[in-house]
């Protein structure tokens, strides 16, 4: 496989972000274009990070950057100049209610990916925490455990994705991460270290069950998350096309935008039952899709999309509290949506 690596520039590396609907942040920094993991299922090429820029990209080397996702990196080595230069004449910092002012690193690629991005990656998050910034990681790379004197910070949350804990299936999914063994591993290097930790149970295949799920959650709560975010792979862009290419036959099962939103319903119920059976429905936050709004009413969507996380960030006095009401999607279980709702079933 040909690996096109480069540099690039880039002229603000803080971008303000709308992933306050996912409770993750209120700003994004990308250290790269493009990801070697090249996991069949990344939204990032159908994203405007990489669709607004084909030309940029095809100029750098890149022939397709959606379907040669996963074989280009184009590294952002002056981000943290750039970054310092920001924030020293920063003066108004944005604070969603869910966002909480929170900085990720990343959205659209992986910052502990290798070598490079991890050394960018921690003189970033060296600077946040200078200009005392919260910041959250977010990866499936191992590497970050290199860092821990500066990522155990009350100021620091690390978060793995881990869907599932089979390894045989994430060599399928995304072939070139670290198996999910390993990940927990990591995890558990920074538990014993006191890192704050949370997970992204997600994205999650549709042929996993409620029995999978609670199995799967009893070893996540081993490395004690604050939270756990979740949500099913959904057809988005050219990630479809990929899995199908990369042999992944249960996607054709979910491409269809009605059966997609039944199974997005039933996993969204099965994982709310395993972890109330295993006593982490508390720290378990849904991300629901958009597309969803044919199917859910929008109070409960707008529910999921307006709510903080349970995690404690200092300076936050009304936190999410344990026990408070919580939406029930059972009631959506086995409607039958062509009779409800307009379908449109080009997805
Ligand atoms: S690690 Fe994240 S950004 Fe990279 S390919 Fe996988 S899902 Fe996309």
């Not at 994004?28 to 493009?34: E, Q, R, W």
């Not at 490395?223 to 099913?232: D, H, S």
Request: charged share 25%; glycine share 6%; net charge positive.
């Amino acid at each position: 496989m040909t690996i096109t690596q480069g540099f690039e520039d880039i002229s603000n590396p803080l971008q303000q972000s709308a992933l306050h609907k996912k409770g993750l942040c209120d700003y994004v920094i990308n250290v790269a274009s493009g990801c070697l993991h090249g996991c069949t299922f990344c939204y990032v090429p159908s994203t405007p990070v990489i669709r607004a820029r084909q030309s940029h990209l095809k100029d750098k080397g890149v022939v397709d950057p959606q379907m040669d996702w996963g074989k280009y990196l184009l590294i952002r080595k002056d981000i943290p100049e750039k970054l310092e230069s920001v924030l020293s004449r920063k003066r108004v910092w944005h604070e969603s209610k869910a966002g909480r002012g929170v900085v990720l690193l990343c959205s659209g690629t992986d910052p502990y990916q290798n070598r490079q991005t991890a050394d960018i990656t921690r003189m970033v998050v060296e600077i946040l925490l200078k200009y005392g910034k919260k910041v959250r990681i977010l990866t499936r790379g191992l590497l970050w455990v290199n860092d821990l004197d500066i990522l155990v910070h009350p100021n620091v949350t690390v978060g793995m994705s881990i869907p599932y804990s089979n390894d045989t299936l994430s060599r399928q999914i995304e072939p070139a991460s670290p198996p999910p063994s390993l990940r927990m591993k990591a995890l558990l290097e920074g538990y014993k270290a006191g890192c704050r930790l949370y997970i992204a149970a997600a994205p999650t295949p549709p042929q996993l069950t409620q029995d999978d799920f609670t199995q799967h959650l009893e070893k996540l709560l081993e490395f004690n998350p604050e939270v756990i975010f979740w949500e099913p792979i959904n057809a988005r862009g050219t990630n479809g096309k990929r899995m199908i290419a990369a042999g992944l036959d249960f996607m054709k099962s979910v491409i269809n935008k009605k059966v997609w939103a039944d199974s997005f319903i039933k996993q969204w119920h099965d994982i709310e039952m395993a972890a109330d059976k295993v006593g982490c429905l508390e720290h378990l936050h849904i991300w629901p899709d958009q597309e969803l709004s044919e199917f859910i009413e929008d109070k409960i969507l707008k529910y999921w999309w307006d709510r903080p996380t349970i995690e404690q960030w200092s300076g936050y006095k009304n936190q999410t509290q344990k026990n408070s009401y919580r939406p029930n999607i059972k009631q959506y279980l086995d409607l039958d949506f062509t009779q409800n709702w307009s379908i449109s079933t080009n997805r």
